[in-house]
């Protein structure tokens, strides 16, 4: 299955509850091309304990807008619909892993 997509009909509902890591990224985007992957390889590893989705900022400007998206990938885990951490340019998998299992613990 991997990462879901979001749109802004749909982000807020997903991000009220529980763990939700977004990726926000393009196509067009180099480093998003070596951060996607990471992202959907999470989302079946931790289906059940968090939920991994996607935001496309060509297409959800909106999105991307309210959050201050600036630089691309960027990636926001939210709490149960709070934001608890940004995180700016690629990141590996095992500290994606550890942040998300840390949050999920609290």
């Known amino acids: 299955m991997?990462?879901?997509?979001?749109?802004?009909?749909?982000?807020?509902?997903?991000i009220q509850t529980g763990v939700t890591l977004v990726d926000f990224w393009a196509p067009w985007c180099g480093p998003c091309k070596i951060q996607l992957p990471i992202v959907e390889e999470l989302a079946n590893e931790l289906k059940g304990e968090a939920t991994l989705a996607k935001v496309n900022v060509d297409d959800e400007t909106e999105l991307a807008s309210q959050f201050g998206i600036r630089s691309i990938p960027t990636l926001l885990l939210f709490k149960d619909g709070k934001l608890a951490d940004t995180m700016v340019g690629v990141n590996q998998?095992?500290?994606?892993?550890e942040k998300i299992t840390n949050l999920t613990k609290q």
Not at 93 to 97: E, N, P, V
């Open 93 to 97: 998998k095992h500290i994606l892993k």
């Open 2 to 14: 991997g990462a879901i997509t979001l749109t802004k009909e749909t982000f807020h509902g997903q």
